[in-house]
Structure formats: structure tokens, C-alpha cells
């Protein structure tokens, strides 16, 4: 479980989240939504600490990830980032061949003895995102030579390889073309009675179609969470409702 409390951040002089008090429950997925530059990839790489490396950032508050706050201590980062898997709007596979973006954190986190097993260790998880069959004899191939969509089901691959425990989707389908997409979602669907799933989506109705819980977030703050049914059907938050029924996005 992920549990967010008093979370402030700043860049330089902006106040980009204030007080930010969330709980992402386990096993299921949650969506953020709220228009842009609300502060929804802020929160979210907040959560991996992939926000350190911005320039002039400044965090307080506590993310508590199974109890351990990741804000102060030292946690070890890669292991924290193993946990925590990030996937990105924008496939980003490291150059190499597909095979090798699987199998490159299984190596760094040294998961097997035996090149077999890493084999096919790989080989189940490009199967767990429906890649195996299309890139049938091309594993060794460069990963760039993928289609967009492809790219993305490689990068959730290598995510999932390195048994995390939760998954980060930032608007993870929205470059992909309809097909492509639902292959994603119904993925992260199959994934939710392993995995917790947090994802920001700018489709209402992909957050409609998947979403067990659902945040609301508007100029950096929480106005509304809860159960997706509660939220969609009878949001309790004026800006909520307008932000529903299409009155800005
Ligand atoms: N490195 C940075 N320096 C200064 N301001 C930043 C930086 N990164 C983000 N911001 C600001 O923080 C606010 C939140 O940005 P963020 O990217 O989290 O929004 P978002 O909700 O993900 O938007 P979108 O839906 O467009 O992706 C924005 O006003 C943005 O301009
Ligand atoms: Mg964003």
C-alpha cells in the first residue's frame, strides 16, 4: 500500500503539489485525472523518486510505500525503482535489442544464476504483453524497430520483469492506436490481482472502463477521491462535476 501524507512540492518558486493525502490501495488500479498541468506526472514521480533529478525541486512530506517513507530515507534507489516500475507517455526502450531491455534489470538486480532461466524468464514476460508472438525470431533484433505501440508493451515487459509491486502508467496508451491501447488496458486489468496499479489517463472513459478508485486533482491539489462508482456517478465536488460533464479539460 502507498500512503501519501502532507505532501508538498516545490519547483524553484512554483507551488506544484500542496498537501497532497492519498492512500493507493493494493490490487487494484487507480486512476488520476484533472486537466493538464494539475500535477498528475509530478505526483507519480514523486512515488519512484524520479523527480530528484529536477532542478530546484523540494519535497516534505511523507510517501510511506509499505509503511517506509521513500522521501527521508536513504533508501536504495534502484531498489526502490525495481518496486516501483515506472511507465512512461512516451515508450522510451533503451538502445538495444528487445531482448536485452528485458533482461537488462534482471541482470543488474542479479535475479539468476543460469542463462536459461533468464531465457525464459524474458520469453514469459514479452508473452505476458502479448508481444512474443509478433516479434517471433526477432528478440535480438534492436528494440527501436518496433512500432510505437510495441515499444510501449516492451517497456511495461521490463517493467513486470523485475517483480514489482507496484506499476506507474503515465498516460501509458496515449500514443497508441485503439487496438494497441486495449491490448494495454485489458493488460493492466489482468495485472491488478498481482500488481497495484496507479495511472494517470486523460480519457475519462478509459478511467471509466478500468478504474477501481479514482483522484480527482486540480492546481496541484486532491479535491475528490473514492471509488470510481462514487466518483463517476455522484461526485460530491462542484469542480468535479464540471471537470465530468466536459465544462473544461
Ligand atoms: N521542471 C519543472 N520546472 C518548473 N515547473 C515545472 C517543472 N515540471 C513541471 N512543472 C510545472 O508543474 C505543474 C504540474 O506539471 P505536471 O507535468 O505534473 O502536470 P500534469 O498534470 O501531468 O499535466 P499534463 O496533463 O499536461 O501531463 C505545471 O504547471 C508544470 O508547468
Ligand atoms: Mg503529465
Known amino acids: 500500500m502507498i500512503e501519501v501524507k502532507k505532501l508538498n512540492v516545490h519547483i524553484g518558486d512554483n507551488h506544484i503539489l ?40 523540494r519535497i516534505d512530506g511523507q510517501v510511506l510505500v509499505d509503511g517506509e517513507d521513500i522521501i527521508d530515507s536513504q533508501s536504495d534507489i534502484t531498489e526502490l525503482r525495481r518496486r516501483i516500475g515506472l511507465v512512461s507517455q512516451r515508450p522510451c526502450p533503451l538502445p538495444m535489442s528487445i531482448y536485452d531491455n528485458v533482461a537488462y534489470g ?65 498516460e501509458a496508451t496515449s500514443a497508441l492506436d485503439p487496438i494497441s491501447s486495449k491490448t494495454v488496458e485489458d493488460l493492466f486489468v489482468s495485472l491488478k490481482d498481482k500488481y497495484s496499479i496507479i495511472m494517470v489517463t486523460h480519457t475519462l472513459r478509459q478511467a471509466l472502463r478500468i478504474a477501481d478508485n479514482v483522484v480527482f486533482m486540480y492546481l496541484g491539489e486532491i479535491i475528490e477521491t473514492g471509488p470510481a462508482s462514487q466518483v463517476f456517478n455522484n461526485p460530491q465536488n462542484e469542480l468535479t462535476q464540471k471537470y465530468l460533464s466536459g465544462a473544461f479539460s
Do not use: W
Not at 533468464?118 to 527501436?144: T, W
Open 18 to 57: 500542496k498537501d497532497i493525502d492519498l492512500l493507493f490501495p493494493e490490487r487494484s488500479i487507480t486512476c488520476i485525472i484533472g486537466p493538464s498541468g494539475c500535477g498528475k506526472s509530478t505526483l507519480l514521480r514523486t512515488l519512484n523518486r524520479l523527480i530528484d533529478s529536477t532542478e530546484g525541486v
Open 106 to 170: 534482471c541482470r543488474i538486480n542479479r535475479m539468476f544464476k543460469k542463462r536459461r532461466e533468464l531465457v525464459l524468464h524474458v520469453r514469459q514476460c514479452l508473452r505476458a504483453v502479448g508481444l512474443m508472438d509478433e516479434i517471433k525470431g526477432r528478440m535480438h533484433a534492436p528494440a527501436s524497430r518496433l512500432s510505437i505501440g510495441q515499444q510501449q508493451r516492451l517497456c511495461l515487459a521490463r517493467s513486470l520483469a523485475v517483480h514489482p509491486d507496484y506499476i506507474l502508467a503515465d
